[in-house]
């Protein structure tokens, strides 16, 4: 008696729950051997960082736990980070442990990239991930703390925000809103803020740009 194939899907973003969830519901129950690998256990919503990253809303509401979005008698999931692929062997080394696949799903994310804009690189902090936006947010309400304590640093209220794309362009719009209660907070004159956006490109893609038809 043969036995069933062995899945297994790396990464929890959109591509690999997406494809856990299509196959959970393609599949018939023991029909193939599903297994999910991320490092949290929970899959969060990239395109909602930008919110919590101004502090325009909670952390909390960018992140779903996994357990919620897939059928566990189909699924299995482990909560653990890739260390190596060896597609020779096919198998997978995870800090705790091994898998063994007939196929392979790699979903793993990607590198924010910068397109050659000077600095950003070495100094820009990046939109990725739930515990990068509390940063963000930390380190935007802790330069109007130090203005308040160096009133002559005016670089303490000047922002600025590499990339329009969707996320820079709408981080840019929250910021925008978020500014007047933080000046009214830390008593500053929301006149000295200043925010920068810088492209690349001399216009930005209107397909990076979901319509609000697409999104209601």
Same mark, same amino acid.
């Given at each position: 008696?043969?036995?069933?194939?062995? +899945?297994?899907?790396?990464?929890?973003?959109?591509?690999? +729950?997406?494809?856990?969830? #299509?196959?959970?519901?393609?599949? /018939?129950?023991?029909?193939?051997?599903?297994?999910?690998?991320?490092? &949290?256990?929970? &899959?969060?919503?990239?395109? &909602?960082? =930008?919110?919590?990253?101004?502090? %325009?809303?909670?952390?909390?509401?960018?992140?779903? /736990?996994?357990?919620?979005?897939?059928?566990?008698?189909?699924?299995?999931?482990?909560?653990?980070?890739?260390?190596?692929?060896?597609?020779?062997?096919?198998?997978?080394?995870?800090?705790?442990?091994?898998?063994?696949?007939?196929?392979?799903?790699?979903?793993?994310? @990607?590198?924010?990239?910068?397109?050659? +804009?000077?600095?950003?690189?070495?100094?820009?902090? /990046?939109?990725?991930?739930?515990?990068?936006?509390?940063?963000?947010?930390? =380190?935007?309400?802790?330069?109007?703390?130090?203005?308040? #304590? !160096?009133?002559?640093?005016? !670089?303490?209220?000047?922002?600025?925000? @590499?990339?329009?794309?969707? %996320? @820079?362009?709408?981080?840019? @719009?929250?910021?925008?809103?978020?500014?007047? !209660?933080?000046?009214? !907070?830390?008593?500053?004159?929301? *006149?000295?803020?200043?925010?920068?956006?810088?492209?690349?490109?001399?216009?930005?893609?209107?397909?990076?740009?979901?319509?609000? *038809? /697409?999104?209601?």
């Amino acid at each position: 008696m043969s036995r069933i194939p062995r +899945i297994v899907i790396l990464g929890a973003g959109y591509g690999g +729950i997406v494809t856990a969830i #299509r196959l959970q519901k393609e599949l /018939n129950y023991n029909e193939a051997d599903v297994t999910l690998v991320n490092k &949290h256990d929970y &899959h969060y919503i990239t395109t &909602h960082l =930008h919110m919590p990253a101004t502090g %325009t809303d909670n952390p909390e509401n960018a992140r779903v /736990n996994i357990l919620k979005l897939i059928d566990e008698f189909k699924i299995d999931f482990v909560k653990s980070t890739v260390v190596q692929i060896r597609p020779q062997e096919k198998k997978v080394i995870l800090e705790e442990g091994t898998l063994s696949y007939d196929y392979l799903v790699i979903g793993l994310g @990607g590198e924010p990239e910068t397109f050659g +804009i000077p600095g950003l690189k070495e100094y820009a902090m /990046n939109i990725r991930s739930i515990n990068s936006v509390r940063f963000i947010r930390e =380190h935007i309400e802790y330069q109007f703390a130090k203005f308040k #304590r !160096e009133p002559n640093r005016l !670089e303490y209220l000047t922002f600025i925000v @590499g990339g329009a794309g969707f %996320t @820079g362009i709408e981080f840019v @719009g929250e910021l925008a809103d978020r500014i007047p !209660e933080l000046c009214k !907070e830390f008593d500053v004159d929301p *006149s000295l803020v200043k925010i920068y956006n810088i492209e690349a490109a001399p216009t930005a893609r209107r397909d990076l740009i979901p319509s609000w *038809s /697409n999104m209601r």
